[in-house]
């Protein structure tokens, strides 16, 4: 949210005018009541003799003069203030005393000035402000002045407008405007370096200068070396006399240096000394503070914060000691008091300040008021009290009565449209994102404002700056991602923002090129087209992540890696430009990497695995800046949310998947975050259930390990499919088939059964299966019904078969483009008995283990006819063929079996099994570390030789008592087992 906007603006932060008149007049007579800190008037003195530096006045009367003792409300007054004899006679008497005169001629005329726009309640207007610089171009301010009349005439035209920067610039006005100012703030140096110290300085008018100051930085004036060098000699009177601040004069300060620093001034070594004087001041005085001056002080500690400013043990003093009085004055806030108090206390909480029961009291007596007087709010207001109260929901305080406030605010919105500036609009969409992304609820009231918003960013579009356009593009992503339809009104808006992107790119701060990125990456993932003004608006940022790399904290690196694999994975060419801006982020990921929270981390690492995924090489940098996270997965295991880890895991699976090498630290990230499964099952989401099983699946069937701990995860997550089973979508329900079908015998048979049968009958819905997804649940089911088939006590299930028949039907009509989509079709083909669209192509590979085999199984039986690496029926081809027995030997290697287990067979062996089995085969599985010696590799010749008829040799072998005429396919295990445990043959082919 733009900084600026968050707070008091300039017609809120009066000064308080309720401290009392010595000789008890009514404030109003005496002094002026524009705005912020105010300038008494001094009584005119008496007619004795002129002591130094002070001379008679004149015995005319001035028109000047009439105004400051009767009411100023109509053009004639501010005619009577124009009037050239005015000035004439202020020329005449600073000519006729030079030197001696001390000014006070003009501070009084200003003071007229003042008088005029406090009556009128408003500042001069762009017409009378241009009137009046025709006469103020021969006022001009001199050395002889003492601090009153400087203090005086310098707070008042600053009160009045008179230096007010209207727009467009007229620049005759802007040249006066330029002298005026440094003549008053020559003299003003001057005065303040004198030796020895002029007598005349004092607490008010050191006040009441700085006041001025900051009034007019506020109201655009540059920050002349004049300017800094004036606020500089006034910061070091302040701790000088800070035993004699009244109560509003510790307001108006730090109201002033607030608003200083909020304008870019520099917080010098003695801009913090003065600052912390005063703290100590407040909290002294603090029962004597009025309304104003409370929200002027909370105001200004908010801001100082938010402004770098350290939260020292006296600034939090000062906070807590203001805050009981919020609740005692709540009957004198007005509107705009009550506004600019709520954002303070937002600002100050989101700051780090804790959430303490006065300022919880404080934050609820004054809700009920902004409820009662939300009629006389303006659009400044409105804006304020809406940033504020989403930023307490957003750190925690989502209260009914903050509901409540809000549901009555949001409707003035609407009622208050038109009034609302660029950086209303863009600040109103920012808070309006963030309640919906903290309270997950899109109430008629807050659509409504949306829709009543929208408009006005296309009508305003040339008006917004950086700032806003980085915002508003983030809010509608937000909106967006959180439920809101991309209407028409919202399409129009940010396609006239989009080119905005490009005319001012080069003036987006780091963070608003993230949040930028981040948006577009956003709305495209949500469904917005990438139209040429997107792209051209993403390419044209692009160049500046490498520009600002050195600006970015660990929440931009994360949201830019985020934003560019989004948009790579919706279509976004990696062009020269997206992978120089990731070489330039990766290695900030390793000289930050102990600052990602646990959100960042995930993102990362998502981030990276969607990239090589997408076909980014793994760099060094990239391995490098894997690398360095993956430890922290560990570190920071426990604060993963549900979305977190799947999010992990998926990544870890998809590197692996793309040939990074499971290192110690990848497999130590796994182990860590797989007992989080089974903690946070029923928090999952189904895209969550589907991306952690198909993660799961992959890392196994990349060599992981099936631990306990992964068959726990497993195990949890498998129930929650079916409570689940009719919100997965068509990627969802492929992933869920997949997973479990690659998972095989890891998959107890009846809950992977269990599994199917929830999730097929929604592949005959009408959902949107890509080819990818038909090949994946198509692959599924075929590994569902083999694993039926080989189980002889299973109850077959021909509603999966129909389900086969009809995602092979839907295959084949697709351009089968790849060899794992022909594969899958020519496997279902075979299964199904129908004709085959392609004919496959398979590479065979011998291992040396299994020529070995074949050459003593060869050498045992000579007359043995043999064929090896043999296609049959178009299926993969079988390592050994007996073909006069109708015999086939599979020698599975450890990628037969989940983890390389060599015990637990994977989906796709169970299918080949299956497959062959169906056509007539009888299948002989042999782990290869069964086979390293002719030892071993004998008694399992010995068996082959009993299966075909050929007694073994009596030499110590022991022969079966009976055959497998009851196996169609059995273990090289199994049978051994039978050999020694006789016991077990019952069970044999039974798996």
Not at 601 to 618: R, Y
Not at 721 to 734: C, E, H, L, R, T
Not at 865 to 891: A, C, F, G, Q
Request: net charge neutral.
């Amino acid at each position: 949210m733009d900084k600026s906007s968050a707070g008091i603006s300039g017609q809120y932060a009066r000064s308080g005018n309720g401290y009392n008149q010595p000789n008890g007049q009514a404030p109003s007579s005496r002094r002026g009541r524009y705005r912020h800190a105010t300038v008494r008037q001094w009584d005119t003195l008496p007619r004795t003799a002129p002591r130094h530096n002070e001379f008679y006045q004149s015995s005319g009367t001035r028109a000047y003069q009439h105004l400051q003792c009767r009411s100023v409300n109509t053009a004639q007054d501010f005619n009577a203030l124009i009037k050239p004899e005015i000035m004439d006679d202020l020329v005449r008497k600073s000519n006729r005393f030079g030197h001696r005169y001390d000014g006070r001629n003009h501070g009084q005329y200003a003071s007229s000035i003042k008088q005029y726009t406090s009556a009128s309640k408003r500042p001069l207007n762009r017409t009378e402000q241009s009137q009046l610089m025709r006469l103020l171009q021969n006022f001009t301010a001199t050395r002889s002045w003492n601090w009153r009349s400087l203090t005086t005439t310098l707070h008042s035209l600053t009160s009045a407008g008179v230096f007010t920067l209207h727009k467009p610039l007229d620049e005759r006005v802007k040249l006066t405007q330029t002298i005026l100012l440094s003549t008053l703030l020559d003299a003003i140096i001057f005065k303040c370096n004198q030796k020895p110290p002029a007598r005349d300085i004092d607490a008010r008018g050191i006040a009441n200068l700085l006041w001025a100051m900051a009034k007019l930085v506020d109201n655009g004036q540059a920050q002349t070396p004049e300017l800094k060098e004036a606020m500089a000699e006034l910061l070091t009177l302040v701790n000088a006399q800070k035993d004699q601040f009244i109560p509003q004069h510790i307001a108006n300060l730090l109201w002033a240096m607030a608003k200083l620093v909020d304008k870019g001034q520099e917080q010098t070594p003695e801009f913090k000394k003065t600052v912390a004087s005063l703290l100590p001041l407040v909290n002294a005085q603090k029962n004597q503070f009025t309304a104003q001056g409370i929200v002027n002080l909370l105001w200004a500690m908010a801001k100082l914060v938010d402004n770098g400013q350290e939260r020292t043990p006296e600034l939090n003093e000062a906070v807590a000691s203001l805050l009981p009085h919020v609740n005692t004055q709540k009957d004198q806030f007005i509107p705009q008091h009550i506004a600019n108090l709520l954002w303070a206390m937002a600002k100050l909480v989101d700051n780090g300040l804790e959430r303490t029961p006065v300022l919880n009291e404080a934050v609820a007596a004054l809700l009920p008021l902004m409820n009662a007087k939300k009629n006389q709010l303006n659009a400044q207001g409105i804006v304020n009290l809406l940033w504020a109260m989403s930023k307490l929901v957003d750190n925690g305080l989502p209260t009914p009565e903050l509901k409540r406030a809000l549901a009555a605010l949001l409707p003035h919105v609407n009622a208050q449209k038109d009034q609302f500036i660029p950086q209303h609009i863009a600040n109103l969409l920012w808070t309006m994102a963030k309640l919906v992304e903290n309270t997950q609820q899109q109430t008629p009231g807050l659509n409504e404002a949306v829709a009543a918003l929208l408009p006005l960013v296309n009508a305003q579009k040339d008006q917004f700056i950086p700032q806003h356009i980085a915002n508003l593009l983030w809010a509608m992503a937000k909106l967006v991602d959180n439920g809101q339809e991309l209407t028409p009104g919202l399409n129009e808006a940010m396609t006239a923002l989009l080119p905005q992107v490009n005319v001012q790119k080069d003036q987006f701060t780091a963070q608003g090129i993230a949040n930028l990125l981040w948006a577009m990456a956003k709305l495209v993932d949500n469904g917005q087209e990438r139209t040429p003004e997107l792209n051209e608006a993403v390419a044209e940022l692009l160049p500046y992540v490498n520009i600002q790399k050195y600006q970015f904290i660990p929440q931009h690196i994360a949201s830019l890696l985020w934003a560019m694999a989004k948009l790579v994975d919706n279509g976004q060419e990696q062009t020269p430009r997206l992978k120089e801006a990731l070489a330039a982020l990766l290695p900030h990921v390793n000289t930050q990497k102990d600052q990602f929270i646990p959100q960042h981390i995930a993102n990362l690492l998502w981030a990276m695995a969607k990239l090589v995924d997408s076909g980014q090489e793994l760099t060094p940098g990239l391995n490098e800046a894997m690398t360095v996270l993956l430890p922290h997965v560990n570190v920071q295991k426990d604060q993963f949310n549900a979305q977190g880890i799947a999010n992990l895991l998926w990544a870890m699976a998809k590197l692996v998947d793309n040939g990074q090498k499971r290192t110690p630290e990848l497999n130590e990230a796994v182990a860590a975050l797989l007992p989080h499964v089974n903690s946070q099952k029923d928090q999952f989401i189904p895209q969550n259930i589907a991306n952690l099983l198909w993660a799961m699946a992959k890392l196994v069937d990349n060599g992981q390990e099936p631990t306990p701990e992964l068959k726990e995860a497993v195990a949890a997550l498998l129930p929650c499919v079916n409570g689940q089973k009719d919100q997965f979508n068509a990627q969802g329900i492929a992933n869920l088939l997949w997973a479990t079908a690659k998972l095989g015998e890891l998959i107890e048979l009846n809950l992977a059964i269990s599994t199917f049968e929830s999730l097929v009958y929604r592949i005959s819905e009408k959902l949107q299966f890509s080819q990818e997804e038909i090949s994946m649940s198509l692959w599924g089911v075929m590994v569902c019904c083999a694993r039926l088939s080989l189980d002889s006590n299973a109850n077959k299930n021909n509603v999966l078969e129909k389900h086969m028949n009809d995602l092979f039907t839907r295959l084949e009509n697709t351009f089968l483009h790849n060899e794992e989509d022909q594969r899958t079709i020519v496997l279902a083909a075979s299964w199904l008995g129908r004709a085959c669209p392609v004919v496959p192509h398979y590479q065979t590979t011998i291992s040396n283990t299994q020529a070995d085999f074949r050459d003593h199984l060869q050498s045992s039986i000579p007359s043995l006819k043999i064929e090896e690496e043999k296609s049959l029926n178009s299926l993969p081809p079988v390592d050994l063929l007996l073909t006069d027995h109708n015999m086939v030997i599979e020698v599975q290697g450890p990628g037969h079996y989940v983890g390389g287990d060599f015990k637990t067979r994977n989906g796709s062996t169970l299918l080949k099994i299956a497959l062959l089995q169906k056509a007539g085969f009888e299948v002989i599985e042999i782990p290869v570390n069964r086979l390293l010696s002719q030892d071993l590799m004998k008694p399992y010749i010995d068996q082959i030789k009993t299966r075909i008829g050929i007694p073994p040799q009596e030499h110590g072998s022991v022969s079966l008592k009976r055959g497998w005429t009851d196996a169609a396919y059995v273990t090289g295990e199994e049978h051994l087992a039978e050999r020694s445990n006789p016991a077990k043959r019952k069970k044999t082919g039974s798996q």
